[in-house]
């Protein structure tokens, strides 16, 4: 008997052992040496999400939402002037001397693989910007800012406006024309152009021309946004300085100051939803990652999303927004919802969260004792099989 039970022992260790050389997934740790911390633990302040604390957020957001604007070369619209400069196509009529304008039935390049007429060109206020060709029919403004003009010879233009070189032009045909009457249009704008890049249909450059450009123009040339494309955050690099402008805000609350007008250099970029995802994790029905809507998204948004937090085993009074991860890593912001309270469904639906902001729901003391109580039942289990093995 003795006997018997001895090999019924030995059979059950060994069948308990060869669990470590079963198969599955797993990491040997043995060879893993964790150097222990010497660093304090790090203590972290908690607020508490209140009515105060919500008015204050509110206040905060309409004074981020001046944020500093790029300065601009132009008071307005109004003010706004082309300036001739190099690879810049020009078209010059001089009235009742056919021999001296630019031919008005010929076609001419526009700088890429397409031609169209003069007449064409003039009515188009906006020329897509391509890689410069000589023009046999325009004057193609050159590399030192100079064109030939019969009679009056070689003269500079670049940084001249249309009409400012006509008016040079008029003066040097007088001595050969009996009162001359000139007209300059610009026939293809080459020289002067922005960048749009990111989430935009057809991003790509843009020429500058002598209707003044701006924001939304840039983007809606451009095809318009994909559906990824987050307007909130536009991004505009001038003259080496980035600056981040709120599209979404121009168009809901018609704040007409992120509509800067662009100007020659300017890029565009127009990013996706990266940076403005929320994180949902802890003690809720479907752990989620979420975009923001518009800029704008609650700790009630959230844990819709999510399907909810779970009644067994989330505690109600941990509800905890964690932010600044990204730019202060060591020392993030942390902010606590007491569900329980009566004014706690109003306070989740006016609490605005941040992009990379993250929601994280508590467990509650009694689900962590019957998570704990399932790892060990097992064990007690086995040694209460064993026991009675051996008797």
Do not use: W
Request: include cysteine; proline fraction near 7%; aromatic fraction near 6%.
């Amino acid at each position: 008997m003795l006997r018997t039970k001895l090999t019924a022992v030995l059979a059950l260790s060994a069948f308990i052992s060869a669990c470590s050389t079963a198969p599955g997934n797993y990491l040997d740790a043995s060879s893993l040496h964790e150097e222990p911390s010497n660093q304090p633990q790090q203590q972290y302040t908690v607020h508490l999400i209140d009515a105060q604390l919500v008015m204050q957020q509110a206040a905060a957001k309409d004074a981020a939402a001046h944020r500093a604007l790029p300065p601009s070369r132009y008071a307005g619209a109004a003010s706004y002037v082309y300036h001739i400069a190099p690879q810049d196509i020009l078209g010059v009529t001089v009235f009742d001397h056919p021999e001296l304008s630019t031919p008005q039935g010929s076609t001419f390049s526009a700088g890429g693989t397409t031609t169209q007429t003069v007449g064409q060109a003039l009515t188009q206020p906006y020329t897509t910007a391509l890689p410069g060709e000589a023009d046999p029919y325009g004057q193609t403004v050159a590399a030192d800012g100079t064109i030939y003009f019969p009679f009056v010879g070689r003269i500079h233009a670049a940084g001249k406006t249309p009409g400012q070189l006509r008016d040079q032009l008029a003066s040097g045909l007088g001595p050969y024309v009996k009162n001359p009457q000139v007209d300059v249009r610009v026939l293809a704008y080459r020289s002067q152009k922005v960048q749009v890049t990111g989430d935009v249909k057809t991003p790509g450059p843009l020429a500058m021309s002598d209707v003044p450009l701006t924001l939304v123009d840039a983007i809606t040339r451009s095809g318009g946004t994909t559906d990824n494309a987050d307007i909130d955050r536009v991004r505009l690099t001038r003259d080496g300085k980035l600056y981040v402008l709120d599209a979404n805000r121009l168009l809901d609350a018609g704040d007409a100051t992120q509509n800067v007008m662009l100007q020659d250099g300017d890029i565009i970029n127009v990013p996706d939803h990266l940076d403005s995802r929320i994180f949902v994790l802890g003690e809720v029905k479907t752990p989620t990652q979420t975009t923001m809507v518009r800029g704008k998204y609650t700790i009630a948004d959230a844990l819709t999303q999510a399907g909810g937090i779970l009644n067994t085993d989330a505690n109600p009074r941990q509800i905890f927004v964690m932010r600044g991860m990204k730019d202060k890593p060591t020392q993030p912001e942390i902010y606590r919802l007491d569900m329980t309270q009566p004014n706690s469904i109003v306070l989740s639906s006016q609490f605005q969260l941040k992009p990379l902001d993250v929601v994280y729901v508590g467990t509650a003391a009694s689900a962590t004792f019957n998570r704990l109580l399932q790892q060990v039942l097992p064990t007690i289990q086995t040694v209460f099989y064993l026991k009675q093995i051996t008797r």
